[in-house]
């Protein structure tokens, strides 16, 4: 049973755009919703989270947005870059513990 | 060195050996975790140590052995592994497993294959 369902699996995207990266969870027990990045070769590092107090957190250019009742939350990346182009993966935890559940991961391409 | 170190990157292993995987935070951290990373799929996690204790093994095969001699080292001794196996293994660590930050510091990974 996957908890945390991705999607879309691969996202292409042209520069200046803007992409979105959907994610649903089914434990209303999560309080915890981090966004990860992941480069070739590298593991993944937090790029932006939230709780499920606030609606939407903006950090420059990548934004979460959450919606508890539909218990849906998002990842959008305005004015997209070529830099961008990684691996997203969405997650969450619960309990105020640090033991992270994953999504499969959306791989995001941003071309010139 | 800073941040979290997994050694080696690459390991290319037969059914029969015995290998290990070796993980080292400087961070200062408290709890580390062993996720399995597959194409498609979701990261998966194996076990999870708080100050050296385990606290969590997540239904893993008996082929995989963790160890954490102290917080700042995590092993994972493989033996007798099948090619289903073939994986990148990341090691993470975090600051507290209950109460911290909720974010989890990753390595680069072990890439893993088993022939």
């Known amino acids: 049973q996957q908890q945390v369902k991705q999607s879309p699996q691969s996202l292409i995207v042209q520069k200046g755009g803007i992409s979105i990266i959907n994610c649903a969870y089914e434990?209303?027990?999560?309080?915890?919703f981090p966004w990860y990045q992941q480069f070739p070769g590298k593991g993944p590092a937090l790029l932006i989270a939230?709780?499920?107090?606030?609606s939407e957190k903006k950090e420059g250019r990548f934004t979460i947005s959450f919606n508890k009742s539909a218990k849906q939350f998002s990842l959008h990346i305005m004015d997209s870059q070529p830099g961008d182009s990684a691996t997203y993966f969405c997650?969450?935890?619960?309990?105020?513990?640090?033991?992270?559940?994953f999504g499969t991961g959306t791989r995001l391409q941003v071309f010139p | 060195e800073t941040g979290v170190t997994q050694t080696p990157r690459h390991l290319v292993m037969g059914m029969t050996n015995k290998k290990s995987l070796k993980c080292e935070q400087h961070?200062?951290?408290?709890?580390m975790y062993w996720y399995k990373q597959s194409a498609k799929k979701p990261l998966e996690l194996m076990f999870v140590?708080?100050?050296?204790?385990?606290?969590e093994n997540n239904s893993v095969p008996s082929r995989f052995s963790p160890e954490c001699p102290n917080s700042s080292h995590l092993f994972l001794h493989l033996h007798t592994l099948q090619p289903e196996d073939s994986a990148l293994y990341l090691c993470?660590?975090?600051?507290?497993?209950?109460?911290?930050?909720?974010?989890?510091?990753f390595g680069e990974g072990s890439r893993l294959t088993v022939l």
């Open positions: 993470a660590s975090s600051l507290s497993l209950a109460g911290g930050t909720g974010e989890l510091f």
């Open positions: 434990n209303t027990a999560f309080d915890y």
């Open positions: 939230i709780r499920p107090d606030v």
């Open positions: 997650a969450a935890s619960y309990y105020n513990t640090d033991k992270l559940i």
């Open positions: 961070l200062g951290h408290n709890a």
């Open positions: 140590y708080s100050l050296e204790e385990r606290v």
